[in-house]
């Protein structure tokens, strides 16, 4: 898929229409219940406070049948949005509230004369790594011992919109898990 196109997802779940909108403090007891179960290292409420309270930090949830099923957390910075927390309750995954969250992202890209979607995925984590390619990023960099809980490198992820050729040129390719999943290398 080039950088241009909307997201789409190759899941095979069915899709789960969900409402985004803006996160408010009620949010927080489902939020933080998501957070726990998708991550080893999960940020606290203090995390997300103190995340929330900077003037350029956005929360955004998405709702299905009045419950959260997924979360996102990003930054606005000059030429791009830069995704800080991202999650989906692990019982509505792939089926589809992830691919409607990063469309969402896109779409304020477009309304805010921003070019960029950037993230940090753990080396580790195959799934989401394995998600935001299908959603158009690419990996373009590795940063060294990023996560101060683990000595865990973090791949930078960017999706760019409407520059199909500006990740392609360059030595931009980074061998990581993805590629090595791909090649048949990961056993599943």
């Given at each position: 898929?080039s950088?241009?196109?909307?997201?789409r997802?190759?899941?095979?779940?069915?899709?789960?229409?969900?409402?985004?909108?803006?996160?408010?403090?009620?949010?927080?007891p489902?939020?933080l219940?998501?957070e726990?179960?998708?991550f080893?290292f999960?940020w606290?409420?203090?995390?997300f406070?103190?995340?929330?309270?900077?003037r350029?930090?956005?929360?955004?949830?998405?709702?299905?049948?009045?419950?959260?099923?997924?979360?996102?957390i990003?930054?606005?910075?000059?030429?791009?949005?830069?995704?800080?927390?991202?999650a989906?309750?692990?019982?509505?995954?792939?089926?589809?509230?992830?691919v409607?969250?990063?469309?969402?992202?896109?779409?304020?890209?477009?309304?805010?004369?921003?070019k960029?979607?950037?993230?940090?995925?753990?080396?580790?984590n195959?799934?989401a790594?394995?998600f935001?390619?299908?959603q158009?990023?690419?990996?373009?960099?590795?940063?060294?011992?990023?996560?101060?809980?683990?000595?865990?490198?973090?791949?930078?992820?960017?999706?760019?919109?409407?520059?199909?050729?500006?990740?392609l040129?360059?030595?931009?390719?980074?061998?990581?898990?993805?590629?090595?999943?791909e090649d048949?290398?990961?056993?599943?």
């Amino acid at each position: 898929m080039s950088f241009g196109q909307s997201p789409r997802s190759s899941s095979t779940g069915s899709l789960c229409g969900v409402q985004i909108r803006w996160m408010i403090r009620r949010d927080m007891p489902e939020v933080l219940e998501i957070e726990r179960q998708s991550f080893d290292f999960a940020w606290t409420e203090e995390d997300f406070l103190c995340c929330l309270r900077q003037r350029n930090c956005i929360g955004m949830v998405a709702e299905h049948q009045e419950r959260i099923v997924g979360f996102m957390i990003y930054e606005l910075l000059k030429s791009q949005l830069h995704v800080l927390n991202f999650a989906v309750d692990p019982g509505t995954r792939r089926m589809g509230v992830g691919v409607q969250m990063i469309e969402k992202l896109v779409t304020k890209l477009a309304q805010q004369r921003r070019k960029e979607l950037r993230l940090e995925v753990r080396e580790g984590n195959l799934a989401a790594q394995l998600f935001f390619k299908q959603q158009g990023f690419t990996a373009t960099n590795v940063l060294r011992n990023y996560y101060e809980d683990t000595t865990e490198d973090a791949y930078v992820m960017r999706y760019l919109l409407n520059s199909p050729g500006e990740l392609l040129a360059g030595p931009h390719f980074i061998r990581n898990r993805i590629t090595e999943y791909e090649d048949g290398v990961v056993e599943s």
